[in-house]
């Protein structure tokens, strides 16, 4: 039997073990805290903050913005639409047009799970998308504690002091795959940088900024909605002919090697760049649509080039500088390859199908050739000029900045044979592989091809530009336009019928008469006239 003085000491030794078990217990708990957790100020309150993932977003165009010309091709931008017209040959051109889409549609989800797929219109975040929270303190910038989540699993609460105020920088790659974070992101949001990953291209962010935590709430919730930083854009290709193939198509320049300042929002350190694979579906068409691709970009020398096999020849098109790529938005690139002309026969059989200049003689290079301006009235000449001749012939420049009658102006016919219908002559005053048409041309034009009259009022008015003529093919494509710029009288050259006739000269004639295609707002057919007014040309390929 122990007596009393040895069970008092036994007692107290039990005491101490388990005194010694339950503080080296301590301090294991405390070595496992992570070091983000260390970062909690000591003795303060903490607060559980929800996380909710509300969707993703582009931003948005609803203002006009300036875009200086950064070329001589006719570079645009009106409420962020931006237009760029090249012509590729005399009879060719490419229309193009970036447009931001406009229409967002946002599904939001509260759940903690994250489970619900929440998009902007065709950008879908799915279940395993992985996406980062970082928290860093206001006052002065340090960092505190991130947490990485994954859409479709349970949503741990961020941890965060009671009542400090917070910058929360979020941001994901749209993969289901995080980089570990750097020691950058871990020290100052001013230094904080991550790269941008040419391999996971849909790179999102958002900054929450002034956030302050209540650990005496149950409520505390962090809603996110990311935004994507990378412009997103898909290309369309159209032709008024069909189009067989498409290879070799990039679009650029992609800074592969640039970094997002989690601070600013913007891309920083852009370094070189490259270009980025655009694919086009096999088949086809008169139009195809690539898949969507991302391009790393802020800058005004956007570029796209492929080869395009149309109406069985291929072309190379190469647009460079030719529009400005704008971050954070979703963007549709249509380029148009438009062959002008008109068929001049029946217009069932394709080889009937004549190549027109797109513009009159004389017009302003770089105009849209399909719009109604005064860039595209051109020159005018009388019958069998050549361009420039004295007292024959009226620059665009003098036809719209004089209307009265043009001093030597000549009133005596040019010799039977200055344009012929059998072959260019010395005078004719088209470009190589181009030539007058004949009068049996034009009437072929006028037999074969719908008509489209636009425009305000055809009234006879100096000032009227906006009146024109399109011909349309049997599906209904414009494929000619033609000014109504009425003409030169012969009496001393004076302006007549601007906005109410158009006159074009045909390479037909004789000695006392020439004919022409004339057009109104009632009636397109072809006359004969004499030869001294000053009428426009527009030029058909040999």
């Not at 003795?43 to 993932?53: F, H, M």
């Not at 190469?318 to 380029?335: C, G, H, M, R």
């Not at 390859?337 to 217009?347: D, V």
Request: proline letters at 4%; one cysteine or more; glycine letters at 8%.
């Amino acid at each position: 039997m122990l007596n009393e003085k040895q069970k008092s000491l036994i007692s107290r030794m039990i005491f101490m073990i388990v005194f010694m078990v339950f503080f080296i217990s301590l301090l294991s708990l405390s070595s496992c805290r992570t070091t983000d957790h260390e970062n909690i100020t000591a003795g303060g309150r903490i607060a559980a903050v929800k996380i909710n993932l509300l969707g993703t977003e582009y931003a948005n165009s609803d203002e006009p913005t300036k875009i200086a010309s950064i070329n001589q091709k006719e570079f645009m931008e009106a409420n962020r639409i931006q237009r760029y017209n090249v012509l590729l040959s005399p009879s060719s051109l490419i229309n193009a047009e970036l447009e931001p889409v406009r229409i967002l549609n946002t599904v939001t989800s509260t759940s903690k799970n994250l489970n619900t797929k929440a998009a902007v219109l065709g950008n879908p975040i799915g279940e395993g998308i992985k996406f980062r929270v970082i928290a860093y303190k206001q006052n002065n910038g340090s960092y505190q504690i991130h947490q990485d989540y994954t859409v479709g699993q349970q949503a741990v609460p961020l941890m965060l002091d009671d009542g400090v105020t917070y910058d929360i920088i979020v941001y994901s790659y749209g993969a289901n795959t995080l980089p570990n974070i750097s020691t950058n992101e871990q020290t100052n949001i001013g230094n904080a940088k991550i790269n941008y990953d040419s391999d996971n291209r849909d790179l999102m962010y958002q900054r929450i900024s002034s956030f302050i935590p209540n650990g005496n709430s149950a409520n505390n919730s962090l809603n996110i909605k990311l935004k994507h930083k990378i412009p997103n854009l898909t290309i369309t290709l159209k032709s008024n002919s069909i189009i067989s193939s498409v290879s070799n198509a990039l679009i650029g320049n992609n800074y592969a090697n640039a970094k997002l300042s989690l601070q600013s929002g913007g891309m920083t350190d852009w370094g070189s760049s490259n270009k980025v694979n655009v694919n086009f579906p096999s088949g086809s068409s008169n139009s195809l649509v690539s898949s969507p691709v991302f391009v790393n970009n802020d800058t005004n020398k956007g570029l796209f080039s492929a080869d395009i096999t149309v109406a069985g020849i291929t072309k190379t098109i190469d647009l460079v500088d030719a529009f400005k790529i704008i971050p954070e938005y979703k963007s549709n690139l249509t380029i148009n390859l438009k062959t002008c002309g008109a068929y001049i026969g029946s217009n069932t059989n394709p080889a009937n199908y004549k190549e027109f200049m797109c513009q009159n003689l004389g017009a302003t290079e770089g105009v849209d050739p399909f719009s109604p301006e005064a860039g595209n009235h051109g020159a005018k000449y009388q019958w069998g000029a050549k361009t420039g001749e004295v007292g024959r012939y009226v620059s665009q420049a003098d036809d719209q900045s004089k209307d009265g009658d043009i001093s030597g102006w000549e009133n005596y016919k040019k010799p039977a044979g200055s344009w012929s219908d059998n072959s260019k002559t010395e005078n004719d005053p088209c470009p190589s592989g181009y030539r007058m048409p004949t009068v049996a041309q034009w009437q072929g034009v006028i037999s074969n091809n719908n008509v489209e009259r636009v425009g305000g009022t055809w009234a006879n008015d100096k000032n009227n530009y906006t009146t024109a003529l399109y011909f349309r093919s049997p599906s209904n494509i414009r494929t000619l336009m033609l000014p109504v710029a009425g003409d030169r009288n012969s009496a001393g050259g004076g302006l007549s019928y601007r906005g109410m006739y158009g006159f074009y000269w045909s390479s037909s004639g004789s000695e006392s008469y020439a004919s022409y295609l004339s057009f109104s707002s009632g009636s397109v057919s072809v006359y004969n006239d004499g030869r001294t007014e000053g009428y426009s040309v527009r030029c058909i390929k040999e």
